[in-house]
């Protein structure tokens, strides 16, 4: 049961807003990078492979490394990654269009990478203690800022290059530099509640147990691993299974990959309130479960309920980012920042290798094999999912 202290907590909109803002500048980067790759790729020659490799480098720096950053932000307070975070990020960024060679261009995506990594961890923390007694619902006000810059992210970055050439990529700084300053000044009133509420925290939580705690951790960082799998593969395979299999227009494909993302940033903020209301653990057993039927069905339809079938699976994969931060949190109250790390950072960036073993699938029987492999992913998520113990026991 829940003290009425505790239900009297309220969710601080402004805040939240204004952390879900410079996440979104963060994120563009994300966004940004894959689609660049063309034009670094033709500036200065290179390979398919020595392209890959910045994109590898770009991955690992900007997720996998997370829970590093969120181990030095649970030891002391590091508010100032919230400000320094999206303006390094951009500034690294913005320079890549600049850089006459490839190890110059590399060391840029890196400083890209760490300003994204840094972010995410005491983004993710300082969230936390702003969502109130809702916090599915506070914590996807906070990642719709997310999945929307890494969406808006090739748009803003082929508009710049297209318009300015390759060094229009300075134009990425600038959003940078003006969210670095609101944040600054913002720092005061935005985490001195987090201050106090983090210090009461640590009180209570040492009166917790940890026991089975870390195994259904174990488990939901599984889970998460294979929602990015099957996030990163429908995106990878679609314009495969389409354009090379089907022999369907680019542009079809293209638009089928932009249905499912943007509606998985709709279902972010819908489905949240329902993990509230329904139980975190609930609402994931239903999500993962329901995308089987979902996937069948895609692949077995044309036309226009394709998309509408895609728009909802999007919606229902994508509706979980906020709840797998808070049920982590929630299982690892003392180490917010690792569990914020672990879950987004290094479970969603884990999504190359799915993509990497799709591609052996693909190579040995075909792409239609590998998109049926993707069918699979859903049972397994869900067999986890029930086996994990949350809430857990105090």
């Known amino acids: 049961m829940k003290s009425a202290e505790e239900k009297n907590v309220k969710m601080n909109w402004k805040a939240l807003a204004l952390l879900s803002i410079a996440h979104l500048i963060t994120d563009v980067n994300q966004g940004a990078l894959p689609a660049l790759l063309p034009f670094f790729k033709e500036s200065l020659g290179l390979s398919y492979t020595m392209a890959g490799v910045i994109l590898l480098c770009g991955n690992l720096t900007s997720s996998v490394i997370q829970p590093v950053f969120g181990y030095l932000s649970d030891k002391r307070s590091l508010g100032w990654l919230l400000y320094a975070g999206p303006f390094i990020a951009c500034l690294g960024m913005s320079a890549t269009g600049l850089m006459p060679n490839y190890l110059l261009l590399v060391s840029c995506v890196i400083i890209c990478g760490f300003g994204i990594a840094g972010y995410h961890p ?109 996030q990163a593969g429908l995106i990878t395979y679609i314009p495969f299974y389409y354009i090379n299999y089907l022999k369907e227009n680019p542009i079809y494909a293209a638009k089928l990959v932009s249905t499912f993302l943007t509606a998985g940033a709709v279902g972010t903020l819908i489905g949240a309130p329902l993990a509230d209301r329904w139980g975190h653990k609930t609402f994931l057993c239903i999500t993962i479960i329901i995308l089987f039927p979902l996937l069948l069905l895609f692949y077995n339809t044309q036309g226009l309920i394709t998309f509408v079938i895609l728009a909802i699976a999007g919606m229902v994969l994508i509706s979980t980012t906020g709840v797998v931060v808070v049920i982590g949190q ?23 290798i799915g993509v990497t073993l799709l591609g052996v699938i693909a190579d040995a029987w075909g792409v239609p094999m590998a998109m049926k492999a993707i069918l699979l992913l859903p049972l397994i998520g869900f067999g986890l999912s029930l086996l994990m113990e949350y809430p857990p026991k105090k």
């Open 122 to 230: 005491e983004g993710f923390k300082t969230a936390y203690f702003l969502t109130g007694e809702k916090k599915a619902t506070g914590m996807s006000i906070f990642t719709v800022g997310g999945n929307l810059g890494i969406a808006l992210g090739p748009i803003l970055s082929l508009f710049l290059v297209t318009t300015y050439g390759l060094k229009g990529t300075l134009g990425l700084v600038v959003p940078g530099i003006l969210m670095a300053g609101v944040i600054a000044l913002s720092i005061p009133w935005l985490t001195t509640p987090v201050r106090l509420a983090s210090k009461k925290t640590k009180e209570e939580i040492e009166k917790i147990s940890s026991k089975g705690r870390h195994t259904s951790l174990l488990l939901l960082i599984a889970i998460v691993i294979i929602r990015a799998w099957i």
């Open 330 to 352: 929630t299982l690892l109250p003392q180490n917010l920042g690792v569990a914020s790390g672990l879950v987004v950072g290094f479970g969603v960036g884990t999504g190359g």
